[in-house]
């Protein structure tokens, strides 16, 4: 269930959105909502133990710093910004204790943990939910300043982002190694209601052209193979993430057909990710399975952190830590993203839905 004050926020816009014209044109901003793949640095701004401001996070990032990026360099937020010829979005958290917060370019909601249910590290980083939660008072603020009919053409506009549902797979993949398909089924529909709320309570809001980033074959993470004696490729998870993204796709198109002022693209990230790891040559790439850095037997046992050793060809790497891509790989799947086709971003591309 979404918070009180987000359903409140929805029913007062959805009328403003209905009457305003929208108009074909640039891409103004983008919001960006999720989970570790797209944290700016939000987490920055947490007491949590899920955090990435410390070496050697940021070692390929401009100035070599940490900022809070789960990743050796750039993740998809900047990488998606890029491509629009825009300055990436900034963190919500560190705008918000602003008391002069300006949200028309755009604001990154998207904290390490987050998942679906809010059940998902707990307490841990801020929940999807509570992003949206967010993201309502942005709204607010924004039709404060722009006005009502303004910020509505602005929204409609914009690109919003969503990067969700690796952590509730991954949790459930580790703490149920024997799940049956059903079992497993049965999991993804409870995350799929949830996830059909929250797409609605942002629709509400303004959004009407949603990026999708599925969930990526997250079995095959060094830290989920690492779990098996043969080192292979947890094929719940795997499973889980295929069911998901199928899921979410039939809840999009779904979305579209009753409103037919809502676009969105959705990003097959198993499928598009997966061809790096079964065939790295191919893409230059010549570690899919270890990670870059991190300690123990695969360098997964422990998180990346200032101890770690680290490897000296990042790009050479899928992975940068025990769960994460490396720079060039998000790099990679946002150049597909952007300008690629089905069967791995649907029914359109980035570069076709923000032309919209």
């Given at each position: 269930m979404v918070g009180a004050r987000v359903v409140a926020c929805c029913s007062l816009?959805?009328?403003?959105?209905?009457?305003a014209a929208v108009n074909a044109g640039s891409v103004p901003a983008v919001y960006v909502f999720g989970d570790s793949l797209a944290d700016v640095g939000n987490n920055n701004h947490?007491?949590?133990?899920?955090?990435?401001?410390?070496?050697?996070?940021?070692?390929?990032?401009p100035g070599r710093k940490a900022t809070g990026r789960f990743s050796n360099g750039k993740n998809s937020a900047d990488f998606l910004a890029d491509k629009l010829g825009l300055a990436t979005s900034p963190p919500y958290l560190a705008l918000s204790s602003s008391s002069n917060a300006n949200y028309v370019?755009?604001?990154?909601?998207?904290?390490?943990?987050?998942?679906?249910?809010?059940?998902t590290n707990k307490n841990k980083c801020i929940t999807l939910d509570k992003q949206i939660d967010y993201y309502c008072g942005v709204y607010a603020s924004l039709a404060r300043?722009?006005?009502q009919a303004d910020?509505?053409?602005?929204?409609?506009k914009s690109i919003f982002t969503i990067t969700i549902g690796s952590n509730d797979i991954i949790h459930y993949a580790k703490a149920n190694p024997a799940a049956t398909p059903s079992q497993q089924q049965r999991y993804v529909d409870a995350l799929i209601l949830t996830l059909s709320g929250q797409l609605q309570s942002l629709y509400n809001l303004g959004a009407r052209k949603v990026l999708f980033l599925g969930t990526g074959p997250v079995g095959c993470t060094p830290s989920l193979r690492e779990m098996s004696s043969t080192k292979v490729c947890n094929v719940v998870a795997n499973a889980m993430a295929v069911q998901y993204n199928k899921a979410a796709e039939g809840v999009l198109s779904g979305m579209a057909v009753q409103h037919p002022d809502l676009h969105y693209a959705l990003f097959d990230t198993s499928a598009a990710l997966l061809r790096y790891i079964d065939q790295p040559a191919e893409y230059g790439f010549v570690e899919a399975k270890a990670a870059c850095c991190g300690l123990g037997d695969m360098r997964a046992k422990i998180a990346c952190t200032p101890l770690s050793s680290y490897c000296a060809n990042r790009s050479a790497h899928v992975f940068w830590d025990f769960y994460h891509p490396t720079e060039a790989t998000t790099q990679k799947l946002t150049d597909t993203v952007f300008d690629g086709s089905a069967p791995f971003i649907f029914p359109i591309n980035v570069r076709q839905l923000s032309a919209i």
């Amino acid at each position: 269930m979404v918070g009180a004050r987000v359903v409140a926020c929805c029913s007062l816009s959805i009328m403003a959105f209905m009457a305003a014209a929208v108009n074909a044109g640039s891409v103004p901003a983008v919001y960006v909502f999720g989970d570790s793949l797209a944290d700016v640095g939000n987490n920055n701004h947490l007491l949590t133990p899920i955090m990435a401001d410390f070496s050697h996070n940021g070692i390929d990032y401009p100035g070599r710093k940490a900022t809070g990026r789960f990743s050796n360099g750039k993740n998809s937020a900047d990488f998606l910004a890029d491509k629009l010829g825009l300055a990436t979005s900034p963190p919500y958290l560190a705008l918000s204790s602003s008391s002069n917060a300006n949200y028309v370019n755009g604001v990154n909601f998207a904290s390490g943990g987050a998942g679906v249910s809010n059940a998902t590290n707990k307490n841990k980083c801020i929940t999807l939910d509570k992003q949206i939660d967010y993201y309502c008072g942005v709204y607010a603020s924004l039709a404060r300043s722009l006005g009502q009919a303004d910020a509505a053409t602005h929204l409609a506009k914009s690109i919003f982002t969503i990067t969700i549902g690796s952590n509730d797979i991954i949790h459930y993949a580790k703490a149920n190694p024997a799940a049956t398909p059903s079992q497993q089924q049965r999991y993804v529909d409870a995350l799929i209601l949830t996830l059909s709320g929250q797409l609605q309570s942002l629709y509400n809001l303004g959004a009407r052209k949603v990026l999708f980033l599925g969930t990526g074959p997250v079995g095959c993470t060094p830290s989920l193979r690492e779990m098996s004696s043969t080192k292979v490729c947890n094929v719940v998870a795997n499973a889980m993430a295929v069911q998901y993204n199928k899921a979410a796709e039939g809840v999009l198109s779904g979305m579209a057909v009753q409103h037919p002022d809502l676009h969105y693209a959705l990003f097959d990230t198993s499928a598009a990710l997966l061809r790096y790891i079964d065939q790295p040559a191919e893409y230059g790439f010549v570690e899919a399975k270890a990670a870059c850095c991190g300690l123990g037997d695969m360098r997964a046992k422990i998180a990346c952190t200032p101890l770690s050793s680290y490897c000296a060809n990042r790009s050479a790497h899928v992975f940068w830590d025990f769960y994460h891509p490396t720079e060039a790989t998000t790099q990679k799947l946002t150049d597909t993203v952007f300008d690629g086709s089905a069967p791995f971003i649907f029914p359109i591309n980035v570069r076709q839905l923000s032309a919209i």
